[in-house]
C-alpha cells in the first residue's frame, strides 16, 4: 500500500463533461498518474437538485451519497455546509498525524515510468446525478492532488449507503452489512438517519464492544473531532483524531449494529464508512 508522504500539493480543474442537464448525469474523469485528497464541486441550484454522487475506480462505486448527505457528513467533520461548493474529502479529516489523514487518499495509476502495479486503480470518474426538476444545474469539479505513489490502490475508503425499516420501539439490529471482506475489512464509521435511536450497541462475534446512550454519544463526538448533525446518529470510531481507532471484521463470523429505538422509522438511511483495498 502506498505509505509515504505525498509530496508537494496541486490544485487542478477537472474536464468538464460535454453536458450538463436536468435529468442527466455528469461525468468527470480523474486523470492517472494523481494522487486525490480532495474534491471541491461548484455547483448552481440546491443541494436537493444533485440526488447522487458517486466515485467510481476502475468498476467499483467506492462512494455512492446524495449532495445533501456528503454536506452532512461533511459538516460532522467540522467543514462549513456547502453553500455552492461541497466538498469530497478521499483523506481521512481531522486526524492527528499527516500519515493518518492520507493514508486513504485515492491513488489513481502510478507514477511516471513505473511498472504497473497490482490492484493499481486505471480508471476512475465522478458521476453526478441531476434531478429532472433542477432549473439551471451547473457543475465544475476542483481537485486537490499530489502525485500518484507505487503500491496500487492502497487503503480506499468505500462509502456505502442502504436503507432499513424500523416497524417500532424496542432493539433494531442491523445484521446484513457485508464484512470480513477484503473491501470491507475495517469500520471506520455510520450515520444512521434518525434521531430516535436511544441507545446504540456493536456486537461482534456475540461479544459487545460498545454502547452507548444517544447523550453519551453525542457528548464523546463534540469531545473529539466530530460534530453529530440533527436528524443523524452517528458512531465514529476515530471521533478522537486516532486513525488506527477502526473496527476490524477481519476473520469474524457476526457483526451487527444494535439501536434501542423509541420509535418506527419508514425508510432509514444507513451509510457505512469502511477501509480496506479496491476489490473484495
Same mark, same amino acid.
Given at each position: 500500500? +502506498?505509505?509515504?508522504? @505525498? @509530496?508537494?500539493?496541486?490544485?487542478?480543474?477537472?474536464?468538464?463533461?460535454?453536458?450538463?442537464?436536468? $435529468? $442527466? *448525469?455528469?461525468?468527470?474523469? /480523474?486523470?492517472?498518474?494523481?494522487?486525490?485528497?480532495? /474534491?471541491?464541486?461548484?455547483?448552481?441550484? %440546491?443541494?436537493?437538485?444533485?440526488?447522487?454522487?458517486?466515485?467510481?475506480?476502475? *468498476?467499483?462505486?467506492?462512494?455512492?451519497?446524495?449532495?445533501?448527505?456528503?454536506?452532512?457528513?461533511?459538516?460532522?467533520?467540522?467543514?462549513? @455546509?456547502?453553500?455552492? /461548493?461541497?466538498?469530497? +474529502?478521499?483523506?481521512?479529516?481531522?486526524?492527528? !498525524?499527516?500519515?493518518?489523514? #492520507?493514508?486513504?487518499?485515492?491513488?489513481?495509476?502510478?507514477?511516471?515510468?513505473?511498472?504497473?502495479?497490482?490492484?493499481?486503480?486505471?480508471?476512475?470518474?465522478?458521476?453526478?446525478?441531476?434531478?429532472?426538476? &433542477?432549473? &439551471? +444545474?451547473? /457543475? #465544475?469539479?476542483?481537485?486537490? *492532488?499530489? &502525485? @500518484?505513489?507505487?503500491?496500487?490502490?492502497?487503503?480506499?475508503?468505500?462509502?456505502?449507503?442502504?436503507?432499513?425499516?424500523?416497524?417500532?420501539?424496542?432493539?433494531?439490529? !442491523?445484521?446484513?452489512?457485508?464484512? %470480513?471482506? +477484503? %473491501?470491507?475489512?475495517?469500520?471506520?464509521?455510520?450515520?444512521?438517519?434518525?434521531?430516535?435511536?436511544? =441507545? !446504540?450497541?456493536?456486537?461482534?462475534?456475540?461479544? =459487545? !464492544?460498545? #454502547?452507548?446512550?444517544?447523550?453519551? %454519544?453525542?457528548?464523546?463526538?463534540?469531545?473529539?473531532?466530530? *460534530?453529530?448533525?440533527? $436528524?443523524?446518529?452517528?458512531?465514529?470510531?476515530?471521533?478522537?483524531?486516532?486513525?488506527?481507532?477502526?473496527?476490524?471484521?477481519?476473520?469474524?463470523?457476526?457483526?451487527?449494529?444494535?439501536?434501542?429505538?423509541?420509535?418506527? #422509522?419508514?425508510?432509514?438511511?444507513?451509510?457505512?464508512?469502511?477501509?480496506?483495498?479496491? =476489490?473484495?
Amino acid at each position: 500500500m +502506498p505509505g509515504i508522504l @505525498a @509530496a508537494e500539493r496541486n490544485e487542478v480543474k477537472l474536464v468538464s463533461p460535454q453536458g450538463i442537464n436536468a $435529468g $442527466g *448525469t455528469a461525468y468527470f474523469k /480523474l486523470p492517472t498518474g494523481l494522487r486525490y485528497h480532495m /474534491l471541491v464541486i461548484k455547483y448552481a441550484g %440546491n443541494l436537493s437538485d444533485y440526488p447522487e454522487l458517486r466515485v467510481v475506480a476502475n *468498476t467499483e462505486t467506492i462512494r455512492r451519497v446524495s449532495f445533501t448527505e456528503q454536506d452532512m457528513m461533511n459538516q460532522s467533520d467540522e467543514l462549513p @455546509a456547502a453553500g455552492g /461548493l461541497l466538498v469530497v +474529502p478521499f483523506d481521512s479529516l481531522g486526524m492527528r !498525524i499527516r500519515e493518518g489523514q #492520507e493514508e486513504t487518499a485515492l491513488n489513481v495509476g502510478r507514477p511516471a515510468g513505473a511498472d504497473p502495479q497490482p490492484d493499481e486503480i486505471t480508471t476512475a470518474e465522478v458521476q453526478i446525478d441531476i434531478g429532472a426538476g &433542477a432549473s &439551471a +444545474p451547473a /457543475l #465544475e469539479v476542483f481537485a486537490t *492532488t499530489s &502525485a @500518484a505513489l507505487l503500491g496500487g490502490a492502497g487503503l480506499v475508503r468505500h462509502v456505502v449507503k442502504t436503507t432499513r425499516q424500523v416497524g417500532g420501539a424496542g432493539e433494531f439490529d !442491523i445484521q446484513d452489512l457485508p464484512f %470480513n471482506k +477484503p %473491501n470491507r475489512a475495517l469500520v471506520r464509521r455510520a450515520f444512521f438517519k434518525t434521531s430516535k435511536a436511544d =441507545k !446504540i450497541e456493536i456486537y461482534r462475534d456475540n461479544v =459487545k !464492544i460498545f #454502547e452507548r446512550t444517544a447523550t453519551l %454519544n453525542a457528548r464523546r463526538l463534540t469531545m473529539g473531532v466530530r *460534530t453529530q448533525q440533527s $436528524g443523524w446518529t452517528l458512531i465514529d470510531k476515530t471521533e478522537d483524531g486516532y486513525s488506527g481507532s477502526r473496527i476490524s471484521t477481519i476473520g469474524v463470523q457476526d457483526f451487527r449494529f444494535r439501536l434501542n429505538m423509541s420509535g418506527a #422509522e419508514a425508510n432509514m438511511p444507513v451509510i457505512t464508512e469502511y477501509l480496506g483495498t479496491l =476489490k473484495a
